[in-house]
């Protein structure tokens, strides 16, 4: 069956817009789902099993589905994300697809870090913008503990390797979880402030492969502002737009520090996100438990008007938001891994 379409002459865009009036304008695409980590809070030591490679997006698949995001739905930022992103084979030249045209949207990467140094320079080369970088410990024998990998040093590098290359601002992504790495929630923060990096923490969230999050071990928001708060001072900067990281600066600095509360302070009601999986599925909302299979359109022919009808209707019936801690929330079939950051 054919993979690919001629692309239809561009209609005129309309807002990409749910039920609720929010405007959808960033897409997240998976670029795979494996990963070269084993992160604790994230997967099991063993398993998964990895999507079968022909059940991938392929990049012309990619190539289209993001063209028709930006030239027939408004789509105006585009992270590619994984599992670990920089294990997709011939990756810079997928980025210079994505950003060759005129109208392309802004390119963003979320990555473990452990490939960065190699690949930093030709990804900014090809038109990536800017990169987010997990690091959850700056201390060796942990970094190994969490990520079952000894890879902090090639992590380190690699951020240093972003910054050279001008992917700015580089961001630094921290989860907090009790009883392992809270205590260096201060130590990470100076860390960025040093380097000239944005950090940020996020909230540990029910997605993990092997069903163990507890809301227990979650460092609330409340809590990580107060630990920073004891090293640093701290002033709120206004948020922008619907951005997901209520940010405060550090004064007698330039650095910026972030928190990303969605589980104790949701933002669901400005979302405007949307997010495509490795295996071409559409999800209207991290936690949703229904996709709608935009790969079966592209493999069966369907021309570009179908394909927005279908990502129309999917983002239509999108719920008021997630719903953590309600009798009726459902965790997803899929792990963080298998839907995309």
């Known amino acids: 069956?054919?993979?690919?379409?001629?692309?239809?002459?561009?209609?005129?865009?309309?807002?990409?817009?749910?039920?609720?009036?929010?405007?959808?304008?960033?897409?997240?695409?998976?670029?795979?789902?494996?990963?070269?980590?084993?992160?604790?809070?994230?997967?099991?030591?063993?398993?998964?099993?990895?999507?079968?490679?022909?059940?991938?997006?392929?990049?012309?698949?990619?190539?289209?589905?993001?063209?028709?995001?930006?030239?027939?739905?408004?789509?105006?930022?585009?992270?590619?994300?994984?599992?670990?992103?920089?294990?997709?084979?011939?990756?810079?030249?997928?980025?210079?697809?994505?950003?060759?045209?005129?109208?392309?949207?802004?390119?963003?990467?979320?990555?473990?870090?452990?490939?960065?140094?190699?690949?930093?320079?030709?990804?900014?080369?090809?038109?990536?913008?800017?990169?987010?970088?997990?690091?959850?410990?700056?201390?060796?024998?942990?970094?190994?503990?969490?990520?079952?990998?000894?890879?902090?040093?090639?992590?380190?590098?690699?951020?240093?390797?972003?910054?050279?290359?001008?992917?700015?601002?580089?961001?630094?992504?921290?989860?907090?979880?009790?009883?392992?790495?809270?205590?260096?929630?201060?130590?990470?923060?100076?860390?960025?402030?040093?380097?000239g990096y944005r950090m940020r923490f996020i909230e540990s969230m029910p997605l993990d492969a092997q069903g163990a999050w507890q809301r227990e071990r979650m460092v609330t928001a409340d809590e990580i502002l107060e630990r920073l708060a004891g090293r640093f001072a701290l002033e709120p900067v206004p948020r922008a737009g619907s951005a997901p990281a209520e940010e405060w600066r550090v004064l007698g600095t330039d650095a910026v520090v972030g928190v990303i509360a969605s589980v104790t302070r949701p933002f669901c009601g400005g979302c405007d996100r949307v997010r495509l999986t490795a295996d071409g599925q559409l999800r209207n909302c991290l936690f949703a438990t229904a996709e709608s299979d935009l790969r079966a359109l592209l493999r069966g022919g369907a021309d570009d008007a179908a394909i927005e009808d279908a990502w129309r209707t999917a983002v239509a019936g999108k719920g008021p938001g997630h719903g953590i801690g309600s009798a009726s929330f459902r965790r997803p079939d899929r792990p963080m891994s298998a839907i995309g950051g």
């Open 1 to 195: 069956m054919p993979t690919t379409a001629l692309p239809d002459a561009a209609p005129a865009v309309r807002p990409l817009q749910d039920r609720f009036g929010r405007v959808h304008t960033d897409l997240r695409v998976s670029l795979t789902d494996r990963c070269n980590l084993r992160c604790t809070y994230c997967m099991p030591e063993e398993g998964p099993g990895w999507l079968p490679r022909p059940e991938l997006l392929t990049d012309d698949e990619v190539v289209r589905l993001v063209r028709i995001g930006a030239q027939r739905l408004g789509i105006r930022t585009v992270r590619l994300t994984g599992g670990e992103p920089l294990l997709r084979r011939g990756l810079p030249g997928l980025v210079a697809r994505l950003a060759a045209p005129a109208d392309a949207p802004e390119l963003s990467l979320t990555t473990n870090g452990v490939g960065l140094a190699r690949s930093a320079a030709a990804l900014r080369e090809a038109g990536l913008r800017r990169v987010n970088v997990s690091l959850d410990t700056l201390r060796r024998d942990r970094y190994r503990e969490l990520t079952r990998r000894d890879r902090l040093a090639d992590v380190l590098l690699g951020l240093a390797a972003a910054r050279a290359a001008g992917l700015a601002p580089v961001k630094v992504n921290a989860v907090p979880v009790r009883g392992v790495n809270e205590d260096e929630i201060p130590e990470l923060a100076a860390f960025a402030v040093e380097h």
